[in-house]
């Protein structure tokens, strides 16, 4: 039976003592990287975690959470444009394997269309962002150990572009065995199951201690522009950038409002005078379902933020980012282990001037699963320079939703499956299930579901216009 942490003063101070002894002698990470972990743990363990009251949340005004459309617009004048954009840097996290959805390696050298990768396409838009201004935004990649020698390889392809590419690596966390609180590496576990990265929210110490941070400030950079490497919707938007620099907002936060398959999505409150970031894990069980509403609650994080590079300096030294700490408990060869992760959202509490900016569902376009995969690869978009364009042919601001079986859930067996992808322009939903295969030019319109029987297979011939059908065999085609 696992121990759990008990509330006693003495054994915790106990059991930090012994884990601070044995964190000492891990040799593999580094001396900011052991106090790092201690101080999240004893966070941890002191059971600091601030309970919300749920009566003291207010939604966010219009000064908070500003609507896209009321921001100015950019300069026109391309040499003023030029010095806003010499101020920003792009982040994208990079830490993430592609193992879900069937693939080694980093998920960003995943193909996403005409046979570029998500990398591929953040650097063709910073290059022709660099191109047309004149300005030199660099690219940095936050790396986990999961993904570092494998990104190292990757970006020696683009060293002939105009873009600088700097990649650092974010802490390495050695995972918590349950029963008696020690690291994992400790118990014998040599390789790198023993370790793990704790979330994004470990963006701004790494910044730091990399040495990235002081060498972007030096060299007059104030923003950075952090984002998932997987959302293809997250460009650099120049009227976002000239809107935090006027009105010196150290963070900003880009929420899109919610729609039923975001339900789960942190959202933005008003908290005793602050901006804060209300997760669904720091909601008491009686009101969760008001925290799903989309009546209350009507907006979600899309974790595109832009920070400003003093504020993440001043904030680390004093030690002050103290995010709400996700508990994440694994089992690692039968050994019940814990990671405490945070997220970079949170942090935005702690920031002066923080706000919120309720942008275009555009700026949302996660590559999650091969379902998402589908929609990018169909003719819903387009790709110009780089960046993925929705097609105006499709009249529905929401895109179909897509659930693929489990045969589709690998990137390998979702394209062999398709011998093309099919239009899905006037398409409102698709449910697949059982062993399905897709021919040619194939066009999918209203609701469609296909479901065949275990042990039956289904070819769906070139050329079939499916509208509005519920498919159980050939004969309803």
């Not at 910073?126 to 047309?132: A, G, T, V």
């Not at 060299?219 to 010196?248: P, R």
């Not at 929705?390 to 990137?411: D, H, M, Q």
């Amino acid at each position: 039976m696992a121990a759990t942490v008990a509330k006693t003063p003495i054994d915790t101070v106990e059991k930090l003592s012994k884990l601070r002894s044995a964190v000492a002698g891990l040799d593999q990470i580094s001396e900011n990287e052991k106090s790092g972990f201690i101080s999240l743990v004893s966070r941890y363990m002191s059971g600091e975690a601030e309970e919300i009251e749920w009566s003291k949340i207010q939604i966010p005004t219009e000064e908070v959470v500003v609507s896209y459309e009321t921001l100015s617009p950019p300069p026109e004048d391309l040499q003023a444009t030029k010095k806003l954009l010499d101020k920003l840097v792009v982040l994208k996290l990079n830490g993430g394997l592609g193992t879900t959805m069937g693939c080694t390696g980093p998920k960003s050298v995943i193909e996403v269309r005409n046979g570029f990768t998500f990398l591929d396409l953040i650097v063709i838009q910073i290059e022709s962002l660099n191109k047309k201004y004149g300005c030199s935004v660099p690219l940095l990649l936050m790396n986990s150990f999961n993904t570092h020698d494998d990104t190292q390889k990757i970006v020696e392809k683009y060293s002939d572009s105009n873009i600088e590419i700097h990649t650092f690596n974010q802490s390495q966390y050695p995972r918590l065995v349950v029963e008696d609180f020690s690291p994992l590496p400790c118990k014998g576990e040599a390789g790198k199951d023993g370790w793990y990265p704790p979330g994004h929210g470990d963006v701004f110490p790494s910044l730091m201690n990399s040495g990235k941070l002081d060498a972007l400030l030096s060299q007059g950079k104030e923003y950075v522009f952090i984002a998932n490497s997987d959302n293809l919707g997250a460009i650099v938007d120049i009227k976002i950038l000239n809107h935090l620099i006027h009105n010196q907002n150290e963070y900003c936060m880009e929420v899109t409002p919610k729609t039923l398959a975001d339900v789960k999505g942190g959202t933005l409150i008003s908290y005793e005078g602050r901006v804060q970031l209300l997760e669904i894990a720091q909601v008491p069980n009686e009101h969760v379902n008001e925290f799903k509403s989309i009546e209350k609650f009507k907006i979600f994080n899309t974790n595109n933020l832009w920070v400003n590079l003093k504020a993440i300096k001043r904030l680390v030294e004093a030690d002050a980012l103290k995010m709400e700490i996700i508990p994440n408990p694994k089992a690692m060869n039968g050994v019940k282990v814990l990671q405490l992760e945070t997220a970079a959202g949170a942090a935005i509490r702690f920031f002066d001037h923080a706000i919120g900016i309720n942008v275009p569902r555009s700026r949302f376009l996660p590559v999650k699963a091969t379902s998402d995969l589908l929609l990018v690869q169909s003719d819903l978009y387009t790709l110009v320079d780089g960046f993925v364009i929705r097609n105006k042919a499709r009249s529905n601001p929401s895109n179909p939703s897509i659930e693929l079986g489990p045969e589709f859930k690998k990137v390998g067996d979702f394209l062999r499956r398709f011998k093309s992808i099919p239009s899905i322009v006037d398409l409102d939903s698709l449910k697949v299930s059982g062993d399905v295969w897709f021919g040619a030019n194939i066009v999918l319109k209203g609701k469609v579901t296909i479901t065949i029987k275990t042990g039956e297979k289904l070819e769906i011939p070139d050329g079939t216009v499916l509208e509005n059908k519920d498919v159980k065999g050939s004969a309803d085609i």
